[in-house]
């Protein structure tokens, strides 16, 4: 075993578990704490990947930006440990329906061969500025209408953990 492969196994038996911290821990701002572990572990995958960009818009983006937006919204709505673990049956069943149809999707997407998409060569070339123009050219609309989502969200969790409406 080589360095990359012991890496590898640890980068990817760490997300598992943050992700099983994140799932079954009862306090939100604890399970938070874990999501970001887990983006860092991630980002480590990509650093092994050579994907570098990837790697630091990891930690920048989601590790750094939406996880202070989620903890604001956590922390602005001030939910209890102990308030918000009910058992539900209708949210179990609807779990595991949509666990049965991502296990179906995966089998299907296991059962054929994997085809190369580049054969043979060596010359891939990719920088900053073949991220960046898309970007800001065909996927500004959507760009844009993202961070207005986000920001009437806010605006919303705002509006919503205020105890009297005046």
């Given at each position: 075993?080589?360095?990359?492969?012991?890496?590898?196994?640890?980068?990817?038996?760490?997300?598992?578990?943050?992700?099983?911290?994140?799932i079954?821990?009862?306090?939100?701002?604890?399970?938070?704490?874990f999501?970001?572990?887990?983006?860092?572990?991630?980002?480590?995958?990509?650093?092994?990947?050579?994907?570098?960009?990837?790697?630091?818009?990891?930690?920048?983006?989601?590790?750094?930006?939406?996880?202070?937006?989620f903890?604001?919204?956590?922390?602005?709505?001030?939910?209890?440990?102990?308030?918000?673990?009910?058992?539900?049956?209708?949210?179990?069943?609807?779990?595991?329906?949509?666990?049965?149809?991502?296990?179906?999707?995966?089998?299907?997407?296991?059962?054929?061969?994997?085809?190369?998409?580049?054969?043979?060569?060596?010359?891939?070339?990719?920088?900053?500025?073949?991220?960046?123009?898309?970007?800001?050219?065909?996927?500004?609309?959507?760009?844009?209408?993202?961070?207005?989502?986000?920001?009437?969200?806010?605006?919303?969790?705002?509006?919503?953990?205020?105890?009297?409406?005046?």
């Amino acid at each position: 075993m080589n360095l990359y492969t012991i890496l590898f196994w640890f980068f990817s038996i760490a997300m598992l578990l943050c992700g099983a911290l994140v799932i079954f821990n009862r306090n939100p701002v604890t399970s938070a704490m874990f999501l970001i572990l887990l983006f860092f572990f991630m980002a480590g995958l990509f650093v092994l990947l050579e994907a570098f960009f990837l790697a630091a818009i990891q930690v920048l983006v989601y590790a750094g930006a939406v996880m202070v937006l989620f903890l604001f919204v956590i922390m602005l709505l001030d939910i209890k440990a102990t308030s918000q673990r009910r058992f539900n049956l209708l949210a179990l069943v609807g779990g595991l329906a949509v666990a049965a149809a991502f296990v179906w999707e995966l089998a299907l997407i296991l059962s054929k061969p994997v085809q190369p998409v580049v054969t043979g060569t060596a010359d891939l070339k990719g920088g900053l500025d073949q991220i960046v123009k898309p970007l800001f050219t065909n996927y500004m609309l959507p760009f844009e209408v993202t961070a207005l989502l986000l920001l009437v969200a806010m605006i919303g969790v705002v509006l919503l953990s205020k105890k009297d409406l005046k």
